[in-house]
């Protein structure tokens, strides 16, 4: 499989995912989540910290595209999609999981099945 990737091709994949991680890190350390807050102040801190997120994802993707080289660009645009939706999935499941324990639900087999 290596020998059919346009050469870039690995390091571009690396770099997207890591871009997409660093995105997602600085933005929950700017909510943060380690803060106790009432729970619409949560809510509030939740959307503006996606906003944000999503915009400088945004951003991140449009200049790490533009730097890549020309071959390596289908791996690192498709790394980074996989990435970010992979990272936002992870977090919804666990802001939710977090939601429910600070609402008194505590996890449940249920819940859990569900999300």
């Known amino acids: 499989v290596g020998d059919r990737l346009a050469p870039g091709a690995g390091w571009s994949a690396a770099v997207s995912a890591g871009v997409v991680a660093v995105v997602f890190g600085l933005g ?64 919804s499941w666990a802001t939710a999981r977090h939601f429910r324990r600070a609402m008194g639900a505590g996890p449940t087999p249920a819940a859990d099945a569900e999300s």
């Open 28 to 91: 929950l350390a700017v909510i943060g989540v380690r803060r106790a807050r009432p729970m619409d102040a949560w809510m509030r801190a939740y959307l503006a910290g996606q906003g944000a997120r999503f915009f400088a994802a945004v951003a991140a993707a449009g200049a790490l595209l533009y730097s890549l080289p020309h071959s390596a660009r289908g791996v690192g645009g498709v790394t980074f999609a996989v990435a970010y939706f992979a990272t936002l999935m992870a977090e």
